[in-house]
């Protein structure tokens, strides 16, 4: 069952979307609001959107005609309902890098790319995890090279994670000013957002991606 407050928390995500020019969240507005339906995803970012169209997006969403029947059917089935079994929520993703060298990776991710390291396991270390604000990332150190021949083998634009963040531009410049290699420069993808790609010295892709800006 839906919970209230996440339901608001939603429709403030679509609101921000729509202001920063998100252009994944135009194709729902357009399905499910009529009244944008006939414009194209540019035209639907730049027409007004107010909270009380976000809020009837989710409504929408979950089946009803406006924002105040979807609260007042929420609360009538939450009154009728049986309390349930408190249901799994996954909270955080944390992408596992391999690495041949822990050392090495260690001091790329904090002197290049701003990471602290949280935890770091073994004498000498096989695993650790660093840390971004909500970023984690866990490496795991292997015998031998990563890729090519290696470890494993990938194709040439395999990426090994992607960290969302709100806007790529200024982390992107950050790192260009600490000379990281870049797999993919900062570019907008055909659906609005921008992101750029960064290799780490195993040759592990880590895509950085954002709203437009």
Same mark, same amino acid.
């Given at each position: 069952?839906? /919970?209230?407050? /996440? ?5 403030? %995500? ?23 339906? *006939? ?17 009837? %997006? ?13 609260? =007042? ?12 079994? #408190? ?6 993703? =944390? ?11 260690? +001091? ?7 990471? +602290? ?15 971004? *604000?909500?970023?984690?990332? /866990? ?14 083998? #990938? =194709?040439? *634009? ?15 410049? =950050? ?11 900062? #570019? ?5 957002? +921008? ?6 010295? *195993?040759? /592990? ?9």
């Amino acid at each position: 069952m839906p /919970n209230i407050e /996440n339901l608001r928390k939603q429709a403030k %995500l679509y609101l921000r979307w729509h202001r920063e020019g998100y252009f994944p969240v135009a194709a729902q507005i357009s399905r499910f609001l009529a009244r944008y339906r *006939d414009l194209p995803d540019r035209e639907v970012l730049r027409a007004a959107f107010k909270l009380s169209d976000a809020q009837e %997006l989710v409504a929408r969403k979950h089946g009803f005609e406006t924002w105040p029947a979807l609260m =007042e059917g929420i609360e009538t089935m939450t009154a009728s309902a049986p309390s349930p079994a #408190r249901r799994p929520t996954i909270l955080a993703a =944390e992408p596992q890098l391999f690495v041949s060298d822990m050392e090495r990776a260690c +001091r790329f991710y904090g002197e290049k790319l701003g990471f +602290r390291t949280g935890v770091s396991y073994g004498d000498p270390p096989f695993y650790a995890q660093v840390c971004r *604000d909500g970023a984690r990332l /866990n490496l795991r150190k292997v015998g031998g090279p990563v890729f090519d021949g290696g470890f494993r083998t #990938r =194709e040439r *634009d395999a990426l090994s994670a992607t960290l969302t963040l709100d806007d790529a531009k200024p982390l992107f410049l =950050e790192f260009r000013e600490a000379e990281v290699p870049f797999h993919q420069t900062l #570019r907008t993808e055909p659906w609005g957002a +921008r992101s750029f790609i960064v290799q780490d010295p *195993d040759g /592990n892709l880590i895509c950085f991606a954002g709203g437009a800006g």
